[in-house]
């Protein structure tokens, strides 16, 4: 049995229509079927418009809000890189930055350059590891609106997530609907290799 850990602050950072919300579900309950207690928060502009999503979860021994405090957090898992570099602020030096390497235009403003992006979030963090997860998920599954998913599911296999890549399955099992199940499935298959 792996030492249960104290406490675990992961912000997944992205755009409306990414599934935030789904991975906020597959991360909460994967924690708790693993016996931890797990607060969780979802903040969101105009989410349904491809407006900015930023979701808290916090699990542990015991966790008493739903917040991530500035500088606390353990993992930074981003959909969309300018979002990421938007909510840097919540990383440390310790900060483990899992990002999908894509960049969403935002209307009427200059888009960031990957490269600076990057500088930037490396000013903060050393622990920066870009996947283009987007691009995966397009050529071997033919759509990237698994993306999060894929991203979940390499974290855990890559142990940047203190969950065990089964549990993460058995929530995909539980609370993916069964039209999109397989795809789902495939997904966590192709992160694992």
């Not at 991203?151 to 969950?163: D, Q």
């Amino acid at each position: 049995m792996a030492k249960k850990i104290e406490q675990f602050n992961i912000l997944i950072t992205g755009t409306g229509g990414q599934g935030l919300i789904t991975l906020l579900q597959v991360i909460s309950q994967a924690a708790l079927s693993e016996g931890y207690d797990v607060k969780t928060s979802e903040l969101h502009g105009l989410a349904q418009r491809g407006g900015s999503v930023q979701v808290h979860i916090r699990f542990g021994k015991k966790v008493f809000s739903p917040l991530i405090s500035p500088g606390k957090t353990d993992l930074i898992l981003g959909l969309e890189m300018q979002e990421v570099l938007k909510d840097s602020y919540f990383a440390g030096s310790k900060t483990n930055f899992l990002i999908n390497k894509n960049i969403i235009p935002i209307p009427f403003e200059k888009k960031i350059a990957e490269d600076e992006i990057v500088k930037s979030i490396k000013k903060i963090s050393k622990n920066v590891l870009l996947v283009p997860a987007a691009d995966i998920c397009k050529k071997e599954l033919g759509t990237d609106v698994v993306s999060g998913i894929y991203l979940v599911s390499f974290a855990s296999f890559k142990n940047l997530i203190p969950l065990k890549p089964e549990s993460i399955l058995r929530v995909i099992k539980k609370i993916i609907p069964e039209k999109y199940l397989e795809l789902n499935l495939k997904t966590f298959k192709i992160a694992e290799s």
